[in-house]
C-alpha cells in the first residue's frame, strides 16, 4: 500500500498542512527561566521542521507566571517572549512549508504553584490547591486570549488549548476537580464554559481565518468524573463553538496515581494497545465529523494509519515519543521505510525532563537492535 493519503496535504481552518502527521505536543524543558526562547529549543524544532512533519505543536506553553511547571517551560505571557518566539517561528517555517502551533495552557493543579477550580486534594502530591476566585477565573481566561494573540503576532499558524490530562482547563471540565456552584461549574455546560469563553474571545482578537484547535479530555478513567458519555457532550459543544480541531486525549498523572488506566502506554505490545484513542473516536464520529480530527496515542503503523485516513475516520494522526527518538521518521516514510519507529512506548524519556531537554536515553541501544 502506497501513502498515498498520510503524504496528502488537508487543511485545518484555512491553514494548508502539507502531509496529515502531527507532532503532537511534547515538552522539552528547554526555555530560559523567564519563559523566553533558548537556541536548544530552536535547535529541538529544527531537526523536527526538517523531519518532514506537516505539524508541529509545541511543548505546553505557559500562559502567564502563575500557571508555569517549572522554569524551563517557554512563554507568551508578555511582550519580552515576542522577539525570541517570531525568531523561533521564522526558522521552523524554513522548513519546506511546515506549519507550527503553540500548545498553550495553565498547568493548575500540577504546577508549582497548585491553583484549581475546587479545593480537592491533589492526589500526587497530597497537598490541597488554592481554589480559584470568580475573578481569577476571568483573569484566567484573558490570559488565555492574551497569550494566544501573542501567538498570532508571532505569525503561528495556528494555536492549541490544552484541555486534558488534568491541566487547569481539564480541571474545569472534570467534575471530580470543579465541585463550583458559579457559572464555571455544575453541569457540563457550565464546566464547558471557560473553553467557550476563551475560544470567543480569542476569535475577537485573532480574525476568523486564525484556526483555534483544542487538545481534548475525553475521559478520566476515575470514579465522579468524566466519562465517555459525558466527554461526547463537551466535544459537542465544543464542535458548536467553532474549534477548527480536535486532538482526543484522556487520562493523566493524577488518574493514574488514583489507579486509572496508565497513558501514555507502557510498551505497545499487540495491535489491540495500538491507536489507544481510536475506539473514542469512533465513539464520538457523529459529533467529530463537523471538525477536523487528530488521532493521538500509540499510533506506529503507517500503513494502518493510511487506511484509518482512506476511510475518513480521522484527518491527522499524531506523534509525540517516537519523533524524539527520530525526528526523521516521516521522511523515513515518505521514501519507503516503512517499517516501525523504534520508540518502543518505553517512557523512559520521561526521566529525562527535569534533567535537561528530553531525550531518549536508550536510542543507541534501539538503533542497535534495529542494524542502524
Not at 104 to 129: D, E, F, W
Not at 146 to 161: F, H, I, K, M
Request: aromatic share 6%; proline share 4%.
Amino acid at each position: 500500500m502506497e501513502l498515498k493519503t498520510l503524504f496528502s496535504p488537508e487543511k485545518i481552518g484555512n491553514v494548508e498542512i502539507k502531509n496529515r502527521i502531527v507532532r503532537s505536543a511534547t515538552y522539552t524543558h528547554t526555555a530560559n527561566t523567564d519563559g523566553t526562547v533558548t537556541d536548544e529549543l530552536i535547535k529541538i524544532y529544527s531537526e523536527l521542521a526538517a523531519g518532514g512533519t506537516g505539524l508541529i505543536i509545541t511543548g505546553i506553553v505557559a500562559i502567564d507566571e502563575e500557571g508555569k511547571i517549572d522554569n524551563g517551560q517557554a512563554g507568551l505571557y508578555n511582550d519580552s517572549h515576542i522577539e525570541g518566539q517570531k525568531k523561533f517561528v521564522k526558522t521552523v517555517h524554513e522548513y519546506s512549508e511546515v506549519k507550527i502551533a503553540p500548545q498553550l495552557c495553565h498547568c493548575g493543579r500540577q504546577g508549582r504553584n497548585s491553583i484549581s477550580p475546587s479545593a480537592v486534594l491533589y492526589q500526587v502530591t497530597k497537598k490541597m490547591p488554592r481554589e480559584l476566585t470568580n475573578e481569577e477565573v476571568r483573569t484566567v481566561i484573558k490570559n488565555f486570549v492574551s497569550a494566544g494573540r501573542r501567538a498570532y503576532e508571532c505569525e503561528y499558524d495556528l494555536v492549541q488549548l490544552n484541555g486534558a490530562h488534568c491541566w487547569l482547563l481539564s480541571n474545569f471540565l472534570s467534575p471530580y476537580s470543579n465541585k463550583r456552584t458559579d457559572e464555571y461549574g455544575g453541569s457540563t455546560e457550565k464546566r464547558t464554559r471557560i473553553l467557550v469563553e476563551i475560544y470567543n474571545q480569542l476569535r475577537d482578537e485573532v480574525g476568523k481565518n486564525f484556526p483555534i484547535t483544542i487538545k481534548l479530555q475525553t475521559q478520566d478513567f476515575v470514579e465522579d468524573s468524566i466519562t465517555l458519555e459525558e466527554g461526547k457532550k463537551i466535544a459537542q459543544i465544543l464542535v458548536d463553538t467553532g474549534y477548527d480541531a480536535i486532538e482526543p486525549s484522556g487520562g493523566g498523572l493524577e488518574t493514574i496515581i488514583m489507579g486509572a488506566k496508565l497513558y501514555p502506554s507502557l510498551a505497545i505490545k499487540s495491535e489491540d494497545e495500538e491507536n489507544y484513542f481510536l475506539p473514542t473516536i469512533k465513539e464520538f464520529s457523529s459529533v467529530l465529523k463537523e471538525t477536523k480530527v487528530i488521532l493521538m496515542g500509540g499510533v506506529r503503523d503507517p500503513l494502518k494509519a493510511e487506511k484509518l485516513l482512506q476511510e475518513g475516520t480521522i484527518n491527522f494522526i499524531a506523534l509525540g515519543r517516537p519523533l524524539i527518538v527520530e525526528p526523521n521518521l516521516p521522511n523515513r516514510w515518505k521514501n519507503g521505510d516503512l517499517s516501525a519507529p523504534l520508540c518502543t512506548s518505553c517512557n523512559a524519556c520521561f526521566g529525562t525532563i527535569r534533567t535537561g531537554s528530553v531525550t531518549c536515553p536508550i536510542k543507541e541501544k534501539l538503533l542497535k537492535e534495529r542494524g542502524s
